[in-house]
Nanobody, 115 residues
Framework: QVQLVESGGGLVQPGGSLRLSCLAS????????MGWYRQAPGKQRALVAT???????TYADSVKGRFTISRDNSKNTVYLQMNSLKPEDTAVYYC?????????WGQGTQVTVSS
């Protein structure tokens, strides 16, 4: 079993920055992959960024150059640094991890980009 707890969401103006954190309940060293997804109102949940155990990173085209995913194995934490935020980035952001062929989700954290 894995529990994931996200934090760092909030309200920010367009052009601003936020850093999301995802704390796992166990060592993430052996996780196959961890990532961030988001779900805007009326839309399906979509990939934002993922980082695999070999540090292979994938970004959605819409966030390339603005968002950065990273992991700190010593803290069992994955981060999502979000810069140059746009109103269309408004969504609930979810952390996900793949461990022993099981997919786990966090409860989500709201990010609202508005003036």
């Amino acid at each position: 079993q894995v529990q994931l707890v996200e934090s760092g969401g909030g309200l920010v103006q367009p052009g601003g920055s936020l850093r999301l954190s995802c704390l796992a309940s166990r060592s993430i060293f052996s996780f196959n992959h961890m990532g961030w997804y988001r779900q805007a109102p009326g839309k399906q949940r979509a990939l934002v960024a993922t980082i695999a155990s070999g540090s292979v990173i994938t970004y959605a085209d819409s966030v390339k150059g603005r968002f950065t995913i990273s992991r700190d194995n010593s803290k069992n934490t994955v981060y999502l640094q979000m810069n140059s935020l746009k109103p269309e980035d408004t969504a609930v952001y979810y952390c996900a991890s793949m461990f022993r062929s099981e997919l786990y989700w966090g409860q989500g954290t709201q990010v609202t980009v508005s003036s």
